[in-house]
């Protein structure tokens, strides 16, 4: 709590501290208590003094207190008829600011320790001051005393865990920020690293096969291009792991969007990859922004996938665009390497999970997994969150 006091609160304690150590010393000194004025002196400094020790040495401080408001009851006990020992007004405001610290800085346990000895040394001073002041009116401003200082440290305690909730809730919001960042770079690496090393090592393994005389000092040259590419892409995979610590998302606009699909299937074209695209492509108008990149990133996704699992089987992308949602669904034939797609539609991998994550993110889904048995199935529906549109607005032709 001592962290979170702010600095102005600190400078107003300073401030009622010095206030009320000078009035309860003079008031000390003046008819009908007499104090001597170096006594008077003492008690009030050091009575006072006990209100900033608090924020560093509450135990300290209030033994501190307790010393101080007994010996300056004992010191008036022949003239404190009037709210003896402990309704003086000025020892009174001093001792319930102290009490109303504590339990801000160190918790209700303590304020209610040193307000249960208070009252014991209330009843013995009751009982001492016998000849000069009547015991039940002595306890009675003993009972007033507990009354108004319980009143107080409750709605001290009060105070108090609100400051802690609201100082947890920050701490988790930081600790949530942090989350969804790392999740974010998690999912962006993976989105463009993954996407574009697998495409090195499709390249590098398909270009004996592609170009004419390739001598065999290149294609083993090839060869080693495309093991350095799995490998840097297993290395980033272990990479992803220790970046995922959690699910999250940040809500923040990556690029490319959808204005970059045509770009996407030229780019697998260029690595033998079959890509069969039918519908039309969604205007940047027609979608959101975030939505955009969304469905970029699902298709990229989607298309790595079954350059991985299945890269001498075509893949058919289908787009529709209707009025309120953007549908997309990626399907490719399945040769053989089932086990690790199906490993990560069962939610193993980590290009699903962010597939999910981004379709989340903008209010969609997406659903994956093999159907019939011979094909692979990536479906997404993503709304559009645009106005209504006119289907004469709404496409351009497939590449």
Not at 52 to 62: C, M, Y
Not at 167 to 177: D, K, P
């Amino acid at each position: 709590m001592l962290k979170t006091w702010p600095g102005r609160g600190r400078l107003a304690l300073y401030v009622a501290a010095t206030v009320l150590g000078i009035v309860e010393a003079a008031v000390l000194t003046t008819d009908p208590y007499e104090v001597a004025g170096g006594v008077a002196l003492l008690l009030g400094i050091t009575h006072a003094a006990s209100i900033p020790l608090a924020l560093r040495r509450p135990v300290e401080a209030a033994g501190l207190s307790l010393v101080a408001v007994t010996v300056a009851a004992l010191a008036i006990v022949r003239q404190g008829e009037s709210g003896w020992p402990w309704m003086i007004p000025p020892p009174t405001l001093t001792q319930l600011l102290v009490l109303v610290v504590l339990t801000l800085v160190a918790g209700w346990r303590l304020a209610a320790i040193t307000l249960g000895l208070q009252v014991a040394a209330g009843v013995v001073l009751a009982v001492v001051g016998m000849a000069w002041n009547d015991i039940g009116d002595s306890l009675v401003e003993v009972a007033n005393f507990a009354s108004l200082a319980l009143l107080l440290g409750a709605l001290a305690a009060v105070a108090r865990r609100l400051a802690e909730s609201r100082s947890a809730l920050r701490e988790e919001h930081e600790r949530r920020s942090v989350v969804e960042e790392k999740a974010r770079i998690a999912r962006e690496l993976h989105d463009v690293i993954a996407h574009n090393m697998s495409l090195i090592t499709v390249q590098a393994r398909s270009a004996p096969h592609r170009v004419d005389d390739v001598s065999p000092a290149a294609e083993a040259e090839f060869a080693e291009i495309a093991d350095l590419a799995a490998s840097a892409l297993r290395q980033m995979r272990g990479v992803l792991d220790v970046l995922r610590t959690e699910e999250g998302q940040s809500g923040r606009v990556p690029v490319p969007g959808i204005d970059g699909l045509a770009d996407l299937f030229e780019s697998a074209r260029g690595t033998g990859q079959r890509v069969e695209v039918r519908g039309e492509l969604p205007e940047l108008t027609d979608v959101a922004p975030e939505v955009g990149t969304a469905a970029y990133r699902i298709v990229q996704e989607a298309l790595s996938n079954a350059r991985r699992h299945a890269p001498s089987e075509p893949v058919g992308v289908d787009l529709t665009m209707g009025e309120k949602d953007l549908e997309i669904r990626v399907a490719n034939a399945l040769d053989g390497a089932t086990a690790a797609s199906d490993k990560e539609a069962a939610g193993g991998g980590h290009g699903l999970i962010g597939m999910r994550e981004r379709a989340h993110a903008v209010g969609g889904s997406v659903t994956a997994g093999a159907r019939d048995g011979n094909e692979f199935v990536v479906e997404a529906v993503l709304p559009a969150q645009t106005a209504v549109r006119t289907p004469a607005k709404r496409g351009r032709k497939t590449p």
